[in-house]
């Protein structure tokens, strides 16, 4: 039937070669049978096979009502595959549209590849998903970023430790790994209940290239139409990443320019130079002592790196006057940190930052400026910049009056607790300067040690005469 495309009719099977054999046949104990083959344009799809335990004869009336089933089973199997394709269709194109509206929603690169392995595991009702982002520096494929599915790789070259990543990325060819193939990629997996993954490689400009991969917790292998999706999936989502690394390339580029700017500003003065640096590095270890997390003592450091981008706004003579300022003048010094923010505000990811040079002037009391703000409504960063900013200035010459001593800005810093300052962050600040002061101490005793070490005198070698 399937082969020839004719019905077969056979009223007693023990006279047919081919069906007398057949087991099925043979067990069910089918004397007679009559079959039709099910066609849709052209072509044979399927087969209706109907029998009798009785050997009897097949009448017109069995042949038509049996070539009716046909026709109805036909337009149900016809029906039932337009409507599985028609929902994977549908599925296809929400998955795409979720990753499309990833890309336009989100900016920042390490949030981006988040938001697409989520949801491709979702779109896709996978167990685990991840992305990896590479950029090849000096023929090494180091790894630049990840999604929240892989362990921290950052800056580590997988190229040797995970051959099958190599080989992936060199043939550009989707990878299923399972089993003992898998081993090699568990230590950087979140998910350790993993059983299979498919990866799939994608090149990116610029020398990047990502990896995107979906697992299951069960050992089955993927079939052709998830392994389609999966690739289609990951290319569209190369789009939203090859967007999201230009937004960075062009923040960083106006990023670059800004700090240069600062910098410009600062090298004018002999007084101010390095002001901004001093004041990041002391507000970054300020933090860290007192316990915020790594991430984000660097944004603050960022902070105090821009805290006075706003004086690109302020009239030079008024920067570098040589005086004292006047009130009139006070108050236009007063408007770099608004100036500041709205420099930042509109580059995406330095949200945060804005609003820390924003309120980097604000007073624990509220006597701040610009807007006044007191106690912990003042961002935390920001009183933590309070703090470095203040000693650093105070520590600082300025032409109309000669910098404090270290000892002396303490007992400033002492005394504003609770009013300009913070107290909590003020006395971390403190144990900061006790700190490295100790530890300067200890390093000047150890090269003092050093220098007063007398050198040991040189050996004195026999002299021997030759022959």
Avoid at 194 to 215: D, E, F
Avoid at 335 to 356: N, Q, R
Wanted: charged share 25%.
């Amino acid at each position: 039937m399937a082969q020839e495309g004719r019905s077969v009719y056979l009223e007693d099977i023990t006279s047919d070669p081919i069906a007398s054999q057949s087991e099925t046949v043979v067990g069910l104990g089918v004397k007679s049978v009559a079959g039709t083959p099910l066609r849709y344009e052209d072509k044979v799809i399927g087969a209706l096979t109907v029998g009798s335990t009785d050997a009897k004869t097949i009448s017109d009336d069995d042949r038509t009502l049996i070539g009716y089933m046909a026709n109805v089973i036909t337009a149900a199997v016809i029906k039932a595959q337009l409507y599985g394709a028609e929902r994977e269709n549908r599925i296809k194109l929400s998955a795409l549209e979720n990753i499309s509206e990833a890309g336009l929603t989100t900016l920042g690169i390490g949030e981006l590849l988040n938001e697409i392995a989520e949801r491709m595991a979702d779109d896709m009702s996978m167990d685990w998903s991840g992305i990896i982002l590479f950029n090849n520096k000096n023929g090494k494929m180091i790894v630049e970023h990840t999604s929240n599915g892989y362990s921290s790789l950052k800056g580590r070259d997988l190229s040797k430790p995970c051959k099958a990543i190599n080989d992936m990325l060199a043939q550009g060819k989707t990878q299923i790994l399972t089993g003992s193939g898998l081993n090699q990629f568990k230590p950087y997996l979140n998910n350790a209940g993993v059983k299979s993954i498919a990866l799939v490689p994608v090149n990116l400009r610029q020398g990047r290239a990502c990896v995107i991969s979906v697992g299951k917790k069960s050992n089955g292998l993927f079939n052709k139409k998830e392994l389609s999706l999966i690739e289609t999936l990951s290319h569209r989502s190369a789009l939203a990443i090859e967007n999201a690394l230009l937004f960075l390339r062009l923040e960083n580029s106006y990023l670059e320019t800004v700090e240069s700017l600062v910098k410009a500003i600062e090298a004018k003065d002999e007084y101010t130079s390095g002001h901004s640096e001093q004041v990041a590095d002391l507000a970054r270890s300020t933090a860290l002592a007192m316990g915020i997390d790594k991430e984000k003592a660097e944004r603050i450091y960022m902070a105090g790196l821009l805290h006075d981008v706003g004086k690109i706004g302020i009239p030079s003579r008024i920067l570098y006057k040589p005086s004292r300022l006047s009130p009139d003048d006070y108050n236009s010094i007063k408007l770099h940190p608004t100036k500041g923010y709205e420099i930042l505000e509109p580059i995406s990811g330095l949200e945060d930052i804005a609003m820390m040079v924003l309120q980097h002037h604000e007073r624990y009391d509220g006597s701040g400026y610009p807007s006044g703000l007191r106690g912990e409504g003042i961002l935390l960063e920001a009183r933590i910049l309070a703090v470095a900013d203040a000693y650093q200035a105070m520590t600082s010459n300025r032409p109309y009056r000669k910098r404090l001593p270290v000892k002396d800005a303490k007992i400033e810093i002492r005394r504003a607790m609770g009013t300009q300052l913070d107290p909590e962050v003020a006395r971390a600040f403190l144990s900061v300067l006790e700190k490295r002061a100790g530890l300067k101490e200890y390093r000047d005793r150890k090269k003092t040690k050093a220098k007063a070490k007398p050198k040991p005198k040189p050996k004195k070698t026999k002299k021997t005469l030759a022959g």
